[in-house]
């Protein structure tokens, strides 16, 4: 069996792939493949709506917020968000712990007025990295939303807390969404790029508050990143991505099955740990973020001896173990661990962190 640890797309949930496998071909005995078949057909229409009920079952998603299944990455709602929000010389407030923060900080910044608050802290010797405490941030007064990255999974670094904002509170929830328990209502719009713990590429869920709306201007937008629309037409203005968000349903259905979020959640903890506490035992392994701000999703580390990474990624390769690069931003390795790594990969991982040591240390 080989365990994937790739950062995303993910590794998705076995069962999951098995029944895609077994009802490709024939989908609810129609004799051809969800893939070939209208999404204006009913059949499709109820499988959307099981796995928007499912969704909000997860998540405890009430009639308040909206649910849209859209095209595209997480990226795309890095321009969407500020086209939509920044009209008329308002300002908002960007977040940032890390590289895709600074992303969606980058983005922003092309549409309109926006307050920086640099969350992230590097240690210029050791270069550990610690998120500020809250209180020494430089606020925005009154921003129309503020915006930040509950996880960061190329560092691997989290907020343990949410920011408190006096304007809508956004998040960038692509790669820690499911995986741990939320109040949505704290929040006035999540989205979520699938390919991490929802489904496959090409589709991103946005959690949108209605109320929201109001405050958005959509005259100049493309009819397509009118959340508005969106909502009224059932992320159906055009042919949806009708694989993935079946394919998103049938996780939902597992992860029901397997408990739901507090569940995921748990698991979560426990398989982070396991690989923290093989990398703090001594300095062989090291890991650059402050503990109190460690990811439960993306556990990145690198080796005391960076000369030896190649030959860690090619012998965890032989022992079926892949997806083990870091970001090729930072380099380094980095052990994904989603909703579908099964403790044991991470046990797996961690006996062969463990032998890679005794061979090399
Ligand atoms: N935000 C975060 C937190 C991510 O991890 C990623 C993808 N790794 C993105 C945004 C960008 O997602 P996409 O490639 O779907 O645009």
Known sequence: MTYNF?????????????????????????????????????????CTDRAERNLRKLLNIGESHAVLFL????????????????????????????IWS????????????????KALQINDVSGLRTLKEPETWDRCEKPVYTHYTPNETIEGIKFNHMPQTNGAL??????????ESINVNDFDMIYAGAQKNIGPA????????????ERMNFDTLPKLFNYEQQDKKGSMINTPPTFAWYLAGLVFEWLLEEGG????????????????????????????INPKDRSLMNVSFRLKDDNLNNTFLSEAKEAKLVG??????????????????????????????RKFKSKYG
């Open 324 to 353: 083990l690069e870091g970001h090729r931003s930072i380099g380094g390795m980095r052990a994904s661990i989603y909703n579908s790594m099964p403790v044991e990969g991470v046990q797996q991982l961690e006996a062969f962190m």
């Open 202 to 213: 090409g589709m991103t869920i946005v959690i949108i508050k209605r109320e929201l709306y």
């Open 170 to 179: 956004i998040a960038d929830m692509s790669s820690c969404i499911l995986a």
């Open 261 to 288: 979020v507090a569940k995921m959640e748990a698991l979560s903890i426990q398989k982070s740990s396991l690989l923290y506490n093989c990398i703090d035992e001594d300095d062989f392994y090291v890991n650059l």
């Open 6 to 46: 790739c950062a995303g797309p993910a590794a998705l949930p076995q069962k999951v792939m098995q029944r895609a496998q077994a009802e490709l071909l024939d989908w609810n005995g129609t004799g051809i493949s969800v893939m070939e078949i209208s999404h204006r057909t009913q059949m499709y229409q109820d």
């Open 102 to 117: 600074d992303m969606a900080y980058n983005e922003a910044v092309r549409f309109g007025n926006i307050h920086h608050v």
């Open 71 to 98: 095209h595209g990455g997480a990226s795309h709602q890095f321009s969407n968000i500020p086209m939509s929000l920044l009209s008329s010389g308002a300002q908002a407030e960007y977040i940032t712990n890390g």
